[in-house]
Every structure is written in structure tokens, then in C-alpha cells.
């Protein structure tokens, strides 16, 4: 069994190296990425705005599966329709916190905060649910703290579901509930000033930290 990785930054080159090399088939990363330097592949595939995920609509893959760890470009219908299921390792409570930075703006908003792997479709962050983890936080947590949470619960639903897959385990998912929530880059970077009672306990250090 052969899969395809989608990565992005320090977690997404944690599971690349997680992955046993005879498993994967090629490794996918967008040319700015800050991992990309730290890598040194045969099968790796960098893209960058001449290089679009739009041309890879014409490469057949011979993998049934793939995963996304904090890829940074929205993959196309034209390459999602080529796997069985792509899944993608959201660090966030899906449908709260789609989009971008969702650990902080659990906090910001006060809105659930975890982990949540879930197959990739057409709409950002909206595919079908396959495990998630919820967790609990209060108004003294902080950023780093929280952050580091998330990425221990995102190596544990990885390891989990990579070695399901490579073992042609059967994995079931549900549909994402209704409501929920969605934020952008330009969501965060139009802030402006940020309230005192996030900046009290440190919750701002998620800037540096996501």
C-alpha cells in the first residue's frame, strides 16, 4: 500500500518522517514552505505559483489514499477525485475553527478547541468527520500552551490513521454538523488591536506559535 503526503511546516515534516519511506509514493509541499529546505526527497513534488496544483490534474497517482498535515494550498476537485479519500489532520474542532489559525481563534472567540482528522472535499475544512479530539481549556490557558496540546493530539490521530490505512483497515466517517465557524488569514490580519484580556494571560504568543 502506497500513500501520498500533502505536507506543510514543522508537523507536516514530522509526519513525512513518521512515514515509512517504501510507503509513500510522493511527497507534495508548496515551494515557500518553511520545511521545504529540511528536505531532501527524490519524490518530492515542490509548486509555487508557476507550478500549480491545477497542473497536477494531469498526473495519475497510483495511490487509493493520501494525507494533508498543514498543507498551505487548497487542493483542487480535479486532484481530489483521483484518490479514494484524502485526509487531512485539522488542528482545530471542526465545524468550529475552519480556515486559518483555529487554536487561536478558539480563544479569541471562545469557541471548542481541538483536533480533527477529516476527509478533504471541495469546500475548505468541510469534509466528512473521521475522529476528533475536544480539548478543554479556561481562561488561564495560553497560546503555547494550547498549541502544544493540539500537536500532541495531532501525532496521535496521524500515527493512528496512516497505519490504518497502510493495514487496509476500513475507516468510517460522519458528515460535519451544521453552524460552526470560519476564519481566514485576512480574518486575523484585520484584528487591529487585540483586547487586553487576551494579551493578559499570553494567549497572543499563538501568532508565533501557529
Excluded at 497517482?61 to 477525485?81: G, L, M, N, Q, R
Excluded at 480563544?107 to 473521521?130: C, F, M, Q, S, W
Aim: hydrophobic letters at 35%; glycine letters at 6%; proline letters at 4%.
Amino acid at each position: 500500500m502506497l500513500i501520498d503526503l500533502y505536507i506543510g511546516s514543522d508537523i507536516g515534516l514530522w509526519a513525512l518522517k513518521q512515514t515509512p519511506t517504501i510507503s509513500i509514493n510522493k511527497v507534495y509541499i508548496a515551494n515557500n514552505d518553511s520545511c521545504n529546505n529540511e528536505i531532501n526527497e527524490v519524490k518530492l513534488f515542490c509548486f509555487n505559483n508557476k507550478i500549480t496544483l491545477s497542473d497536477l490534474s494531469k498526473h495519475t497517482t497510483v495511490c487509493d489514499f493520501a494525507f494533508s498535515v498543514h498543507f498551505k494550498e487548497k487542493i483542487p476537485p480535479s486532484i481530489i477525485s483521483k484518490y479514494k479519500a484524502i485526509y487531512n489532520i485539522h488542528p482545530g474542532a471542526l465545524p468550529y475553527g475552519r480556515g486559518m489559525y483555529p487554536a487561536f481563534w478558539a480563544l479569541y472567540k471562545n469557541e471548542p478547541a481541538g483536533v480533527t482528522i477529516h476527509e478533504i472535499n471541495e469546500k475548505i475544512d468541510r469534509g466528512a468527520i473521521v475522529e476528533q479530539i475536544i480539548l478543554k481549556y479556561n481562561l488561564r490557558t495560553t497560546g503555547k500552551e494550547l498549541h502544544s496540546k493540539i500537536r500532541k493530539c495531532e501525532m496521535l490521530l496521524y500515527k493512528k490513521y496512516f497505519r490504518k490505512v497502510l493495514n487496509k483497515e476500513q475507516i468510517n466517517s460522519k458528515p460535519q454538523m451544521d453552524g460552526g465557524s470560519y476564519y481566514s488569514f485576512n480574518d486575523f490580519k484585520n484584528l487591529g488591536d487585540i483586547p487586553l484580556s487576551i494579551w493578559k494571560y499570553g494567549k497572543i504568543s499563538l501568532i508565533k506559535n501557529l
